[in-house]
């Protein structure tokens, strides 16, 4: 019985299916009173796709093509509920005092966005347009696809948005060889351990 704890199921479906380990069913915990967010176990980097196939799986699963439209929601305000009981500040909201994390992209959307079919529309369009804004603790960080800040104090302004983007850049491409060669390393070392016998 999960009331009254602190027990939160993390879905990870695209992990599960590239593991070939089953995948859980969403809709039969939410019915039993568990709490369900989203992660992606490392498969990806981006909750996006993870979205998706959070959406589409309960669809197959219990063949309902009206399945879906509650479980991803449901399972990213438990994600925004999780995160602020861990970092002890309001996420996921947009209102005073909270985090301030924010991104803008640009959508032009083929039929009317309501508030009633906003899901609908994240999961056929809004989830592969482009991000051109970005906020960080409600610090501008991107506009329009052009970094704001990442300059040396002091710099700001007096570059261009094209001239701090083109000087991080530089910084990265500065650090790649120091990554690769670090890399080489733990191969080189990966390569020296012993290898267990498995006759034995």
Known sequence: DPAGTRLVVAHQPESNLNNAVGVGDVLTMRKAGVPVGLGTDG?????????????????????????????????????ARVASRVFGLPLGVIREGAAGDLIGVRYLPPTPLTADNVFGHLMFGLLDASVEDVWCQGRELLRDRHLVVLA?????????????????????????????????????????????????
Do not use: I
């Not at 650090?175 to 070392?189: D, I, K, N, S, T």
């Open 152 to 200: 040396p104090p002091g710099a700001r302004d007096a570059q261009t948005a094209d001239e701090r983007e083109a000087q991080v850049m530089g910084d990265c491409a500065g650090y790649a060889p120091h990554v690769w060669r670090a890399f080489q390393r733990l191969e080189r070392e990966e390569a020296e351990l012993p290898v267990a016998d498995e006759a034995k």
């Open 43 to 79: 498969f990806s980097q981006s909750l996006v796709h993870t979205m998706r196939a959070a959406f589409l799986l309960p669809k197959y699963l219990h063949g309902d093509p009206r399945l879906g439209y509650e479980d991803v929601p449901e399972a990213l305000r438990t994600n």
